[in-house]
């Protein structure tokens, strides 16, 4: 019987992270919604909230990955206008959100923009290239 709770349980949070992914992704007030449970202390988290957190956590380092490999692609020194941002490997996925989150709430006319532009813009801002 355990076995059967175990199974249902792991089908169940496979089934939300489409629906969280596709919400983080629409729009920066989307975002601020879904994401905000990284704010929290860890040990405050309900089990819906610890799902959103690897979401939101997921979704950023995705958007990292994604700029680092345009970076590795791109490395000459012609091309320096192509490095959008410049994050340092101590910076924790946490901090990312949490910076991402800070800038949508710094400038509510463009939450509604989708959320790749905003982290984009976020992260220039946090850290500029030298």
């Known amino acids: 019987m355990r076995n059967v709770y175990l199974l249902l349980l792991t ?4 089934a939300a992270v489409p629906v969280h ?9 989307a975002f ?10 860890v040990n405050d988290f309900k089990s819906s909230e610890l799902l959103r957190e690897d979401v939101c956590l997921s979704y950023v380092v ?3 990955d994604g ?5 590795s692609l791109s490395r000459s020194p012609d ?6 941002f410049c994050v340092s490997e101590q910076i924790r996925n946490e901090e990312l ?5 800070k800038y949508i709430r710094a400038n509510p006319a463009t939450a509604d923009r989708r959320t790749a532009e905003l982290f984009g813009s976020a992260m220039k801002e946090a850290f500029p290239c030298k």
Do not use: A, T, W, Y
């Open 11 to 14: 089908l169940m949070c496979f």
């Open 21 to 29: 992914g596709q919400q983080v992704s629409r729009s920066g007030n």
């Open 32 to 41: 601020l919604q879904e994401c905000s449970v990284v704010d929290k202390p």
């Open 62 to 64: 995705g958007l990292l």
């Open 67 to 71: 700029v680092s490999l345009e970076i």
């Open 79 to 84: 091309h320096s206008e192509l490095f959008p």
């Open 97 to 101: 959100v949490r910076i991402l989150l």
